[in-house]
């Protein structure tokens, strides 16, 4: 019995049979020498597979194969083992070990760095503040004015590393809060990006600043006392915006710094440092500039929203959200224009100021864009457009006060001063 299965399995194993379903019984057997044994039988249905044709092969005759032996290369082959040298093609990616940036390439990197596109926040109000105070002195006996040029330059140059110094302070205390670290249209990244060493980046900031108070110290001079109460405070606020124990602009007051800083602060200290006092007007004068200077820093945090968020920074915008952070912007925006208007309606107003509202198109862009958009590169965007409409604005203020200070006085002027 063992025999005949084991002959059926190899015979269906060798012809290629497979079986469906096994099916065993077991039937009692009788033996002489004890109790029934039981006997296993099997019952198989098999199902033979369907024949294959085997895959004829292509074959090429033997005389083809010799003579494709028997041609010669078109393209001969020579060593390279003779050859002087091999000139390889340069790598499409560098390795930064590998790779040493030029002079020029260093001073892009820090421009970029050190965010120049920022200073009109600095310059403008210097600028009209200097403007309000030179155009009272024009007068038909002294055509061209009071002006004190080399004050008006040592206040810039302080300004400018002020500026400086608290962007790279920024970047630096924003690096260590990972404030920013990932955002590409933020700062200028010189730590985020690997560029330069952190601790250098303090360094030159805190320089830029001791040479801005300095800077600050000889021009207060000749202002009297209130321009180094009013530099101290720009100096406390250019470092403390971003440093701790308590950031200001982690504690929702970037808007108030930067009112005040770019606004009435800078403004009437370019003021006294022509006149030696200060005058109520050039705060009033000063409160459109302010206002401008607080909508660019808040679009500003609206852009950099989600980061902030994440690292505990606390702005307004993060505060109150998106949909309310518009309507503050719009109160910002329209409340320059305001202003603006506030001082050019009386009887005896200064009239020609309303040439600014020549910007007005610029304005209805940047509120449309604001409304539609909340995406940070968009925002983005905007931003550079109300740095561009802070500029406008002020320009065209100070040559309207230029102009109307020169009017009355061409009468009076010599033949051989006037143009035409």
């Known amino acids: 019995m063992e025999k005949d299965l084991k002959h059926t399995d190899s015979t269906a194993s060798q012809s290629g049979i497979t079986s469906e379903s096994d099916e065993i019984n077991t039937k009692p057997e009788k033996t002489s020498s004890g109790p029934e044994r039981f006997r296993a039988t099997t019952s198989t249905r098999v199902v033979t597979a369907d024949s294959v044709q085997a895959e004829e092969v292509p074959t090429i005759p033997i005389g083809s194969l010799e003579t494709i032996n028997a041609l ?91 500026q400086l110094g608290a962007h790279l302070v920024n970047d630096y205390y924003d690096y260590l809060r990972s404030i920013d670290t990932s955002n590409a249209l933020g700062p200028g990244g010189l730590i985020q990006q690997g560029l330069v060493k952190p601790s250098r980046v303090l360094t030159l900031g ?129 409340g320059a224009y305001v202003v603006l208007v506030f001082l050019a309606i009386p009887h005896q107003g200064p009239h020609l100021i309303l040439i600014a509202l020549w910007t007005f198109p610029l304005l209805v862009l940047i509120i449309s864009g604001v409304m539609r958009t909340d995406t940070p590169a968009s925002l983005h965007m905007i931003m550079q457009q109300a740095l561009k409409l802070e500029t406008y604005f002020t320009l065209l203020l100070a040559v309207a006060l230029i102009i109307l200070a020169f009017l009355p006085v061409l009468p009076h002027l010599p033949a051989h001063i006037l143009p035409f």
């Open 72 to 162: 010669q290369p078109e393209v001969s082959i020579h060593s390279v083992a003779s050859t002087r040298s091999v000139r390889m093609p340069a790598p499409l990616v560098v390795q930064p070990s590998e790779y040493r940036r030029t002079p020029k390439e260093w001073l892009q990197v820090w421009i970029d760095g050190i965010r120049p596109s920022y200073l009109p926040l600095s310059f403008l109000p210097a600028l009209l503040g200097t403007v309000l105070a030179w155009t009272p002195s024009i007068s038909a006996q002294n055509p061209f004015g009071r002006f004190h040029l080399v004050p008006f330059v040592g206040m810039l140059i302080s300004l400018l590393f002020l």
């Open 206 to 334: 805190l320089v830029l600043l001791v040479l801005g108070a300095l800077f600050g110290l000889i021009v207060a001079s000749a202002g009297g006392a209130v321009l180094y109460l009013f530099g101290l405070i720009g100096l406390l606020c250019a470092y403390f915006y971003s440093a701790p124990p308590r950031a200001l602009a982690s504690l929702g007051l970037a808007e108030v710094v930067a009112f005040l800083l770019f606004g009435p602060l800078i403004t009437m200290g370019a003021y006294a440092i022509q006149t030696g006092h200060i005058i109520y007007s050039t705060f009033v004068y000063s409160l459109p500039l302010g206002l401008l200077a607080a909508a660019i820093i808040h679009i500003n945090n609206m852009r950099d929203i989600e980061g902030d968020m994440h690292a505990g920074k606390q702005t307004i915008a993060s505060l109150i959200g998106i949909p309310w952070s518009r309507i503050w912007l719009l109160a910002l925006l329209l």
